[in-house]
């Protein structure tokens, strides 16, 4: 029988022993494990927004061009979105302890690295380095959650895990603020050295080995490959599209050799005896809900975050740590909700919950859509709690069904996969809504400009004009009197405005997209091969 036939059949009837009696002393203790990991998982979690605080610094200090400091971000997004299924089936073939510890030790030693770092191409090396370890890291630890929890307490153990990754990458903005205000910008990076340190001696000493008693025991290195450029494609084109223009013949290219990489890819599956991603995996209705369930729910929330983070700084005219302070409600909510939403999961089962929770923040983007130039701190607050408690139950339920719906000994390539829809949504949600709000400013501006007998602007003035709109920042010349100046700015921020509330529309109506997909997934099918479905331990 081949290993696809094995999965195929392990997708039918749930594999996995009985879960043991709770484990005493540290080692693989359940609750004591989901600390450990949480402490390394709040690392990469940070690093997705914190480092956009410490951008500006590393530009001045560094004299980095633009392009130099737009692949502090890409270079990492790219290794992490790359890397991320294929690191998840390393753990499966090799381990997610080994896997996991590994990938904290090298989060933290290229984070030190990039502190010592004096130019920004190491900088961006390091950066490189620090998305493939992380990469390591994330699929690692929701196996070791999947293969320590009886099935009755992983969705409490995911909420929690979500709260933190939520957590961490709302709060990345304010620690990042204080730290790049207070310190200096490489502490944004050294702060990581000491969390890893705890990281890998917890690790060490309560994280246990569980394997698969069919656990992989090749690679399918012709699918890793094809896999990799497939995605870099991906994330390239969408990355790029704004810069080139999404009509470009490069954007396109990307685009059409990221969907021909992938139907090759696909087609390679069907042929290969221990394949990267068994296509029989998404044989289950609810586990491919799940991952495009997560690919939406990223869309609308890294999408919309994007611009809120612009919104409060370049039109409320907030510091990084006061907007960091105004998004508490909704970091607040995610971490209330998480694991709530983890137990009423556990009750109800995830379709409810998804349901609700992407109702929620539909009302929350639609709500959104209304914020002006004079909104206050009351209403906003309002609106990005209900988003925080919308979003809590969709990365608890949504984690849940794909790695729950997946067999035990595919639990890595199942987190991989939860992550990379991350990732896909993220990218996705920034480049579609950006582009949404480009063509709304390159609408407008000129009306709005002429309206406000502003003076006269030329092509390549209205191009530049442009580009500072649609990050709320007005194109005020030096020198431009009191008067103009002010008039420049209405115009600059009425028209941001406008174009950020179509795109929380626009986000908004993928929310609801999302409710219907949520109608589709249902409890894990494996997910009673939790605690003790491993054969072999350490």
């Not at 293969?147 to 307490?153: G, N």
């Not at 497939?230 to 990355?239: D, R, S």
């Not at 092509?459 to 920042?473: F, K, M, N, P, T």
Request: hydrophobic letters at 55%; one cysteine or more.
């Amino acid at each position: 029988m081949t290993s696809q036939t094995t999965a195929e059949k392990a997708l039918r009837e749930p594999q996995g022993t009985p879960a043991p009696a709770p484990a005493k002393g540290l080692r693989g203790h359940p609750w004591l494990t989901l600390f450990s990991v949480a402490i390394g998982v709040m690392m990469v979690a940070l690093d997705g927004t914190i480092v956009a605080i410490a951008n500006p610094a590393i530009q001045q200090d560094l004299h980095a061009s633009l392009a130099d400091v737009q692949w502090i971000t890409n270079g990492y997004m790219l290794a992490l979105a790359v890397s991320l299924i294929t690191a998840g089936k390393l753990g499966d073939r090799f381990g997610h302890r080994q896997t996991f510890l590994i990938g904290v030790v090298g989060f933290a030693a290229a984070s030190g690295a990039i502190g010592f770092s004096s130019s920004v191409a190491l900088v961006i090396a390091f950066r490189v380095l620090q998305g493939l370890f992380g990469a390591l890291l994330m699929p690692a630890a929701l196996g070791l959650l999947r293969a320590t929890f009886p099935a009755e307490k992983l969705n409490m153990a995911i909420g929690i895990w979500g709260m933190v990754i939520g957590a961490s990458t709302a709060g990345g903005p304010i620690l990042g603020g204080v730290l790049v205000e207070h310190v200096s910008w490489q502490s944004v990076f050294f702060i990581n050295v000491p969390v890893g340190v705890i990281a890998l001696l917890l690790g060490v000493v309560i994280l246990k080995d569980h394997r698969a008693e069919n656990a992989p025991r090749s690679f399918d290195i012709g699918g890793i490959v094809l896999l990799s450029q497939a995605m870099f494609c991906l994330i390239w084109a969408l990355i790029k599209g704004a810069e080139w223009g999404w009509g470009d013949f490069r954007t396109l290219g990307f685009l059409g050799a990221a969907v021909a990489l992938f139907v090759v890819f696909a087609l390679s599956q069907k042929n290969v005896r221990e394949p990267l991603i068994p296509l029989a995996m998404f044989r289950s209705v609810p586990l491919s809900a799940g991952v495009v369930l997560m690919v939406l729910m990223a869309f609308a929330f890294m999408g919309g975050l994007f611009f809120v983070t612009f919104y409060l700084q370049n039109v409320h005219g907030m510091k990084a740590v006061d907007a960091g302070l105004h998004l508490l409600p909704l970091t607040g909510m995610m971490i209330v909700g998480s694991p709530l939403a983890g137990l009423l999961i556990t009750k109800l089962g995830p379709r409810v919950p998804l349901v609700g929770g992407m109702v929620c923040t539909a009302v929350a983007m639609f709500g959104m859509s209304q914020l002006d130039t004079g909104t206050g701190t009351l209403t906003m607050s309002i609106w990005f709690g209900l988003l925080g408690l919308g979003l809590a139950p969709v990365m608890v339920g949504a984690t849940e069904v794909i790695v729950g719906n997946a067999p035990m000994e595919l639990s890595g390539v199942a987190g991989g996969l939860q992550q990379a829809a991350m990732q896909v949504g993220g990218s996705l949600g920034t480049a579609v809504l950006g582009a949404v709000m480009a063509s709304q400013v390159d609408a407008k501006l000129p009306d709005n400009w002429a309206a406000a007998e502003l003076p006269p602007l030329s092509s390549q003035q209205l191009d530049q004009a442009s580009s500072a709109v649609e990050v709320g920042i007005p194109p005020v010349a030096s020198g431009t009197q009191g008067p103009i100046a002010e008039k420049i700015t209405s115009v600059a921020h009425d028209t941001f405005v406008s174009g950020m509330g179509t795109a929380f529309m626009v986000a908004g109506v993928v929310a609801v997209i999302a409710a219907l997909v949520a109608t589709l997934t249902k409890r894990g099918a494996n997910a009673e091969a939790g605690a003790g479905a491993g054969a072999g331990h350490i």
